[in-house]
């Protein structure tokens, strides 16, 4: 690390970045529900729910530039305090029309501080512990959207409790950023220089990073949306299904810090594509253990390593890139992981469509596939344009 990026940085990064989770886990039910019990079109509720994604895709395409022209700071603080703000429109507005700019704005401060946060906490920790501690990011981040949909059940869709919570953190995280400013290696002088790559260029410098956001944020996106239908269609019965997504990310939330450890004690690449041999592997064994206590455990395998697809991507790119290339890096991550959310559901239910259940396998399987296989693809050295 730098010597004023210490451990009241790290905290205040890993917070304000994990905030996103709570805020999406809680926000994105809470809405869809509020605009059911309101009466609205199923198509105006997807509507309402794409927005955010659609705000987190433009601002990473746009992050790169701000953080050239503003202080990393001051960029952060201003994001969290929209963030706070469009929680609180989005729990306390009804009207469709007035929910919309809430839900953009959400999106687009979201994706400020998830891709400054995590190229801070990569670009800053030493290589050592760099899995550990990126581990450590995850499982806070996925924490905190299991604590959504909780907050939901116990509070209500009406309470502004959730959202005034989510708040305040916002400005306590602000608060530890004015406290102890961040100087991190991403805005150091020399390298706050203007650089442009071509995105075919980025891409092809680590296809297997590219990759492996694309298969987690694919897997995340049709596990919420077509697992219930899966299991539906296997005969379990609806509170099964939706308690074993529930496993599934706890699986991602317990283990990426023991695998991020273990990463690091032996060889990130090697873990990595041997994360992605277990995930296809406990997909392959998910229709043999239906019916039997060995689905429990298979679930919690799948999310556990196929969330660490993610998290070891995230780990190789802060190793492999720094400073302003890191969050061009980053940023592109989020362009990627916004395709992977938008393609997961569509392609997994025409498969569903097709092969029955067994297409929620299949494509999954495929994705994994291409991921394991993506270790022997050779990465183009960067040059600036």
């Avoid at 070891?312 to 395709?339: D, E, H, M, P």
């Avoid at 997994?348 to 270790?375: K, P, Q, R, W």
Wanted: proline share 4%.
């Amino acid at each position: 690390m730098t010597a004023s990026f210490n451990k009241l940085s790290m905290i205040s990064i890993i917070l304000s970045a994990s905030l996103v989770g709570l805020a999406m886990g809680y926000t994105l039910p809470m809405v869809s529900l509020k605009l059911a019990g309101l009466n609205y079109a199923s198509t105006i509720t997807g509507i309402l729910s794409a927005l955010p994604a659609v705000g987190m895709l433009l601002s990473s395409m746009i992050i790169p530039k701000l953080t050239r022209l503003f202080n990393l700071n001051k960029l952060l603080n201003l994001s969290l305090l929209l963030l706070a703000i469009s929680t609180l429109l989005s729990a306390y507005l009804n009207q469709v029309y007035y929910l919309a700019l809430p839900r953009f704005l959400m999106g687009i401060a979201c994706g400020i501080i998830v891709v400054i946060g995590e190229s801070l906490i990569s670009d800053n920790a030493n290589d050592k512990y760099k899995g550990t501690l990126m581990g450590m990011y995850t499982t806070v981040f996925t924490g905190c959207q299991l604590l959504g949909p909780l907050l939901i059940s116990l509070l209500g869709i009406i309470s502004l409790i959730p959202a005034t919570i989510l708040s305040i953190f916002s400005l306590v995280c602000i608060a530890l950023i004015l406290i102890n400013p961040l100087t991190p290696r991403t805005q150091q002088p020399e390298q706050n220089e203007k650089i442009r790559y071509s995105v075919l260029l980025l891409m092809m410098s680590a296809p297997c990073l590219m990759i492996g956001v694309f298969c987690f944020s694919f897997f995340d996106a049709a596990t919420l949306s077509m697992f219930p239908l899966y299991g539906l269609s296997l005969g379990l019965p609806e509170q099964i299904t939706i308690t074993l997504i529930t496993v599934i990310f706890l699986g991602d939330a317990i283990f990426q810090i023991p695998i991020g450890w273990l990463a690091d004690k032996t060889n990130h690449q090697r873990v990595h594509a041997i994360c992605g041999i277990v995930f296809i592997l406990s997909l392959l064994a998910l229709p043999f253990t239906v019916n039997s206590i060995f689905l429990w455990i298979d679930v919690i395998i799948m999310g556990a390593f196929g969330g660490s697809i993610y998290t070891l991507s995230l780990v190789r790119a802060g190793i492999k890139y720094s400073g302003q290339t890191l969050i061009i890096i980053n940023s592109l991550f989020g362009i990627i992981w916004g395709l992977g959310s938008l393609m997961g559901p569509l392609i997994t239910g025409v498969a569903m469509d097709i092969f029955n259940e067994t297409g929620f396998i299949i494509i999954l399987i495929t994705v994994g596939i291409i991921f394991v296989f993506s270790h022997i693809l050779p990465d183009k050295t960067l040059s600036k344009q």
